[in-house]
């Protein structure tokens, strides 16, 4: 259980990191400064792989654990897993956005500066729900056999951005976070 938890909370805090880095990149865009779409798109394509395949999936089954073990806990489960959908979705749509501006297509500056922004109000409300809402009521409600279906749910995989071998395509971002790595 703990380690399940604290893996979550950890991966927050990353995730935090990241977001915090994107708003920095889209608000250097907003001024009419140089932003970095490599290393924005870079941070999204992390936020959405690593999310999707490794951070989510044990969520859900938790989630889904907890609303048994919890009833009370249904409306707010219900709606972090929309959340995961429609966090998924603004994903999507400034991906597209930024792939846009970096292939210098003409769109005007608000699509993608209102990209950046829902995804960034999502996301972040999203992460402090979860950590306000759920994850306390998580390790009190989930017994030991919840926690290993949950670990059950997806093989632990490794950090290709935050874990000891950073993925070829994250180094240049890894330095940015972390430049005494």
Known sequence: MINA???????????????????????AFHLGETSDYDLMSDILYYLRDY???????PEDVAYARLVERNPGTRLIVNRLLQEHRVIATAGEELFNRLNDAAADVLAPRADLEAATATYLVYYRHHIFSEERDIMASAAQALTEEDWAEVAAAVPAGPDPLFGDNVMERFVSLRRKIAPDV
Do not use: T
Not at 51 to 57: K, N, V
């Open 51 to 57: 999310s999707d395949r490794y951070h989510h999936p």
């Open 5 to 27: 938890l604290a893996r979550w909370h950890a991966d927050h805090v990353n995730f935090v990191r990241l977001l915090d880095l994107l708003d920095e990149q889209v608000g």
